[in-house]
């Protein structure tokens, strides 16, 4: 099983400023790496996944990373804003098989106006 | 283009009912899921299913049964509930199963049923 391990459980920061979420996993041979967004009672809304191929992949004030030597992914956040707020998961599919998820149990994200 | 759309959202049963969660995607994807979501246990993989006709257990897959109707529909049966099997269910859909084989592996989360079993 992929192990994927998220820090901080909790942040708290003020709008506008910059936030790296992290995400590390236990096994380097990753196929890919997955962000996602989930409100409070909602469903997951995917941010970004990067291919093991790659190391990194941006998408407008998002910026994730994968390093897989390091068994590290951080998520970029620019210029946050109260709509930011939300808990951010972090999945990856377990080695040598590929198919599903292992999840992450997430950062919840509180920015402040 | 609803995506993934799962019913119902709210369910409360008791112990010993059954009850199936039915899922459908309209993106032509090839593979399915059923994922559980608990509060300190983040999401689980119960069942999957990596292309029409098959389907292999997850995680936690004792006390559920699926079946992958179509291409588009993905059901997840709880023969007899019990109190354990309370938490959030989400269906999953990939373009493709194998991560690594081609194709996008991106996978979309449909809005959740919430199952309460008393």
């Known amino acids: 099983k992929q192990e994927v391990t998220q820090i901080p459980a909790a942040l708290s920061v003020p709008e506008g400023e910059n936030l790296v979420l992290n995400c590390s996993f236990t096994d380097s041979a990753i196929y890919n790496l997955q962000w996602f967004r989930q409100d409070p009672g909602k469903g997951l809304t995917s941010l970004l996944l990067i291919q093991s191929s790659q190391r990194e992949q941006t998408s407008g004030r998002l910026n994730a990373s994968l390093d897989k030597s390091s068994g590290r992914s951080t998520l970029y956040i620019a210029a946050s804003q109260p709509g930011d707020s939300a808990t951010y998961l972090c999945a990856a599919p377990p080695p040598g098989r590929g198919y599903a998820l292992n999840f992450g149990k997430g950062t919840s994200l509180l920015v402040t106006p | 283009n609803a995506g993934v759309t799962q019913t119902p959202k709210f369910q409360v049963l008791k112990t010993g009912q059954s009850m199936t969660l039915q899922c459908a995607q309209d993106m032509n994807h090839n593979s399915m899921y059923w994922y559980r979501q608990d509060p300190g246990m983040g999401l689980r993989l119960i069942y999957y299913s990596a292309s029409e006709g098959t389907t292999d257990k997850g995680e936690v897959p004792n006390g559920y049964n699926v079946s992958r109707l179509n291409k588009r529909e993905f059901s997840l049966r709880l023969e007899s509930a019990a109190p354990s099997q309370t938490s959030v269910y989400f269906c999953?859909?990939?373009?493709?199963?194998?991560?690594?084989?081609?194709?996008?592996?991106?996978?979309?989360f449909g809005p959740g049923t919430r199952l309460t079993v008393t």
């Open positions: 999953a859909s990939s373009e493709s199963g194998l991560a690594g084989l081609g194709g996008s592996y991106e996978q979309y």
